[in-house]
């Protein structure tokens, strides 16, 4: 009788290990997918921005021809390029490019042939097609971002998480620079 209870206890305790350590498998497997998802979508942004990058040249040499004067802004435009390829996805280099696009672009409407130009409207819509690509690049970002730390707050896997190494994810934030002006309304004049 002693054998039997000893050997039921003995394989109570067994299962019990095999069950928790299939769960702990479990849960990190799925830690890693989902952390996996959030490297991709910080991936995918620093693709849209090298994209971004590239197209500016191209965009600078059409404008040169039509605007050789605006020298400044193409000289903005040129620099702030620079600081944003050699700057971190999320410094503030991006927010000083894309206010000097949006100088660039302003030029179009100054010289209606460069307006006109066949070269410069598709390098305009490739350029809208980009930041289109990139703002739904980080919602994507943002969303796995939020999988992955519900999974990561949830139980059991809190109580796994920190000792196995899963960091809360951190969620695309606006820069500093552009902190003060999206919340505000845009002011319009005719």
């Known amino acids: 009788m002693i054998d039997i209870i000893g050997w039921f206890w003995t394989s109570a305790i067994l299962v019990i290990a095999v069950v928790l350590v299939l769960v702990l498998i479990g849960i990190y497997n799925r830690l890693v997918g989902l952390r996996q998802a959030v490297r991709q979508g910080v991936a995918d942004i620093d693709a849209q921005q090298r994209q971004r990058h590239d197209l500016i040249p191209n965009l600078v040499e059409t404008v040169k021809g039509y605007a ?3 020298a400044a802004t193409l000289e903005a435009v040129i620099a702030a390029r620079n600081a944003a390829a050699s700057g971190t996805p999320s410094s503030g280099g991006e927010q000083q490019l894309k206010s000097a696009l949006g100088n660039l672009l302003a030029l179009g409407e100054a010289y209606p042939d460069l307006k006109a130009s066949a070269n410069f409207q598709s390098l305009q819509g490739e350029l809208a097609d980009v930041e289109d690509k990139l703002a739904a690049a980080r919602r994507a970002l943002n969303a796995a971002a939020a999988r992955f730390n519900a999974a ?3 139980f059991p896997a809190v109580l796994f ?7 809360e994810a951190d969620f695309h ?3 500093a620079s552009a902190q003060g002006t999206v919340d505000q309304a845009p002011r319009i004049a005719f």
């Open 161 to 167: 998480a920190g000792p196995l190494g899963f960091a």
């Open 173 to 175: 934030r606006l820069d």
């Open 68 to 70: 050789a004067h605006e």
């Open 152 to 154: 990561r707050e949830s």
